[in-house]
């Protein structure tokens, strides 16, 4: 029996969605995976039999009772394509198990999947989700296969870094502001350190903005201070903004590809207090939880640099196992034991 997992190329290497995705095809391979290329485009005009054709070639090396961990991303390739690869991965006897990256119906405020969404999930062997909160709703969806969590995205590095972090009363924010009123609207006399592209730079107050660097490089980039992980939504009726995503409600029960980084990175975190990961960070003290935006003045003022040192310390812990792939890894191997042997 051999494992795949599947990786989709053809989209922006500047994507923290490619990296992600990297991430947990290269922690796959790191302990013997096979990987399997997927290419994003568009099908729509591509004949009935030369897609057939393409589909034979991807899964050329499937063989009876493999296990293929399929990375999905809505929007990269159609439905249809992506349902039509599953059905033919089943044919030729593989297993798949199902690594979902997002949930468009959670992101505008839904709280369980649509009703199609969950009987698709059921095509597959298991299914990996973000957190324990995403795997309930999934459970409450309607989902019957076996179900594991992920708990954190990997963020692996091809070279390690050893300089630790520096003592900052400082805040860094690695993407885009603007998606969120509490940090595009930055009253905080703590400066707020942005790594995003941004094409028009005004003169904010107490806001440095670090220009863009791709995912591999910025670990190293980030190396004093606190990551913020901070999600609020814009009221329904804000004329400026078109789509009205509740990613605050979304970060309840996903995962913020951003914390990896940040910890990654060896910085501590600073995060809201209904986090899906906010107990976690409170427990294993890598971070500080808060209920308001209001509150980070006080926590700067009231930090020391030996506290701030302890928490270093303790983020060194997961740094180390999310630049190996361990939370992937852990997923690969549980989503196998539910697959492959039952109350052990």
């Known amino acids: 029996m051999q494992y795949h997992v599947t990786n989709t190329y053809g989209f922006s290497s500047l994507n923290a969605a490619k990296k992600a995705q990297n991430d947990i095809a290269n922690a796959g391979r790191r302990i ?19 897609l057939n054709a393409r589909m034979d070639g991807i899964i050329a090396p499937i063989r009876q009772g493999d296990i293929v961990f399929f990375q999905y991303n809505i929007g990269l390739n159609s439905q249809i394509y992506t349902e039509a690869l599953i059905r033919k991965i089943k044919v030729y006897g593989g297993i ?20 199609g969404t969950a009987q698709w999930y059921n095509e597959f062997g298991a299914v990996i989700a973000h957190t324990e909160q995403l ?25 390690d870094f050893d300089e630790r972090p ?3 009363k400082a805040v860094t924010v ?5 998606k969120t009123p509490d940090t595009a609207n930055w009253k905080q006399k703590t400066t707020m350190k942005v790594w995003s592209p941004v094409e028009d730079v005004k003169d904010f107050p107490n806001i440095q903005f670090m220009g863009s660097s791709d995912p591999e490089t910025l670990p190293a980039l980030i190396n004093s201070g606190f990551g913020l992980v901070w999600y609020s ?21 996903n995962s913020a590809h951003r914390l990896s980084l940040y910890l990654v990175s060896g910085i501590p975190l600073i995060v809201k207090s209904n986090l899906a ?28 640099e030996e506290r701030y040192n302890q928490l270093v310390d303790n983020v060194q812990k997961f740094k180390d196992l999310i630049s190996t792939g361990f939370f992937s890894q852990r997923a690969f191997i549980n989503a196998t034991q539910a697959i492959k042997l039952k109350n052990i």
């Not at 969806?141 to 992920?150: F, N, Y």
């Not at 690695?174 to 603007?178: H, L, Q, S, T």
């Not at 990961?277 to 020391?304: F, L």
């Open 96 to 115: 798949p198990v199902l690594f979902v990256h997002d949930n468009h119906e959670l992101l505008f405020g839904e709280d369980r999947l649509w009703p």
């Open 233 to 253: 939504d814009s009221p329904d009726d804000d004329p400026t903004v078109k789509v009205h995503y509740k990613s605050e409600y979304y970060s309840t029960v």
């Open 277 to 304: 990961q906010a107990q976690m960070i409170k427990e294993n003290d890598i971070g500080i939880v808060i209920d308001s935006i209001e509150e980070i003045d006080e926590v700067m003022d009231n930090m020391t």
């Open 32 to 50: 013997g995976f096979n990987e399997i290329p997927l290419f994003a485009y568009r099908d729509d005009n591509e004949a009935p039999e030369s």
């Open 174 to 178: 690695a993407g885009n502001i603007y």
């Open 135 to 159: 795997k309930e709703i999934f459970i409450k969806s309607g989902v019957t296969v076996p179900i594991v969590s992920l708990g954190l995205f990997d963020y692996l590095r091809e070279t």
């Open 166 to 168: 520096t003592f900052e």
